[in-house]
C-alpha cells in the first residue's frame, strides 16, 4: 500500500534554505566524479558541469584514462584523473585502488555517469566499499550503471549505509527491487528500507526508516529540523523533455554539488529533483516542449536557485 507523500514546492524549499556560499570555494565542498568510459565521456562531462552549477566549490573528474586530457580541455575548471580500462575503454575495476586519496578528500562522490560494463562496475564498487573511513566519509551517489550493481553488493552495502543517495529510473528500480515497480509511492520507500538509501525515482524521493524505529516514521536522513519528517516527498513539476539523452546525468550531478555543500541527503535530493523539473519547465517555455538539451538544463540553475532563496 503506497504511503502519502509531501509536495515539494518552492515554499517548502524556501524554509529547507541551502547552505550559504561561504567566503570561497573550499566552503562549498568538492565532488568527485567516477565514470566516462572512452565511448560516453560526455556522461561525466554533463554530471561535473551540474554540479558546479549547483554551487560546488571544487570538482574532480575519474575517466577512463584514454579520455582524461579531452575532458580536462571541455572542462577546465575540474580536476581529472585518468583511470585504468578495459581493451574496449571501459573503466576498470582495478581503478578503485587509484582513488584512495581523492575520496579521502572530497565530500560527494558520484559514480555511475558513463559506466558502460557492468561487471567492471561492480568490481569497482566492491573496491571502494573494501577501503577504510578516516574521518568524515563522502557521502556517495549512484547513477546509472552503479546502480545496477546493487542487487550483488547488498550484502556488502554497511559501510554506505545511510550514506547513499540513489537516482534510479523505473527501469533500474525494477532491477534493485528485483521486479516490476507499478505504484512508485510503494515501490521508492521499499528501495530507501532495502539499501539504507535516500532514493530520488520519477519525482518520488523517499529517506530510509531510522533503524529501530519501531513506528517505521522517517527521519529525513538527518535532518529533523526540515520538512517532511516522514521522509517521503513528491516533485510535482517537470516536463517531458526531460526524458531526453543525458538528463539523468545532470540530474545526479546536481544532487552531488548540493550535497557536497553541505545538505542532508534528503534536502539534496528535494532540492535537486526539483531544480532539475523546474529547469525543464523553462526550457519548454522558452525552447518548446522537445529537442533541448541536457546541457541546458544546467545553466538554468544559477537562476532558479537564486529565485528560490530569495
Known amino acids: 500500500m503506497s504511503t502519502p507523500a509531501e509536495l515539494v514546492t518552492p515554499t517548502l524549499l524556501r524554509g529547507w534554505p541551502l547552505p550559504g556560499g561561504g567566503s570561497g570555494k573550499d566552503d562549498r565542498g568538492s565532488v568527485l566524479v567516477i565514470g566516462g568510459a572512452r565511448m560516453t565521456p560526455g556522461a561525466a562531462l554533463l554530471s561535473g558541469v551540474a554540479a558546479l552549477r549547483s554551487g560546488a566549490g571544487r ?96 550484502r556488502e552495502l554497511e559501510p554506505w549505509a545511510d550514506r547513499l543517495i540513489l537516482t534510479p529510473n523505473v527501469t533500474e528500480a525494477g532491477i534493485l527491487l528485483g521486479r516490476n515497480v507499478d505504484d512508485l509511492h510503494r515501490d521508492v520507500p521499499e528501495l530507501a528500507d532495502k539499501y539504507r538509501a535516500v532514493v530520488s525515482c520519477q519525482g518520488v524521493i523517499a529517506a530510509p526508516r531510522r533503524s529501530g524505529n519501531a ?52 534536502q539534496a535530493a528535494c532540492w535537486g529533483t526539483h531544480l532539475h523539473a523546474a529547469a525543464g519547465d523553462r526550457l519548454a517555455s522558452r525552447l518548446g516542449g522537445l529537442g533541448y538539451l541536457a546541457r541546458e538544463l544546467t545553466e538554468e540553475l544559477p537562476p532558479l536557485m537564486m529565485e528560490l532563496s530569495g
Open 59 to 154: 570538482l574532480t573528474l575519474a575517466v577512463a584514462e584514454s579520455v582524461a586530457v579531452q575532458l580536462a580541455v571541455a572542462l577546465p575548471e575540474a580536476g581529472v584523473l585518468g583511470l585504468p580500462e578495459s581493451p574496449s575503454g571501459s573503466v576498470a575495476g582495478s581503478g578503485a585502488s587509484t582513488l584512495t586519496d581523492e575520496l579521502a578528500s572530497v565530500d560527494a562522490v558520484l559514480v555511475g555517469p558513463g559506466l558502460d560494463d557492468k561487471d567492471e562496475a561492480t568490481a569497482l564498487l566492491r573496491g571502494m566499499l573494501a577501503m577504510p573511513s578516516d574521518g568524515t566519509p563522502p557521502a556517495i551517489i549512484l547513477d546509472a550503471y552503479a546502480l545496477g550493481c546493487l542487487p550483488e553488493l547488498v
Open 215 to 266: 513506528e517505521g516514521h522517517r527521519d529525513g536522513a538527518g535532518d529533523p529540523n526540515g520538512p517532511g519528517r516522514d521522509g517521503h516527498w513528491e516533485i510535482i513539476t517537470g516536463h517531458s523533455g526531460l526524458g531526453t539523452s543525458g538528463s539523468g546525468d545532470v540530474l545526479s550531478g546536481i544532487i552531488a554539488g548540493l550535497r557536497a555543500r553541505g545538505t542532508t541527503n534528503s
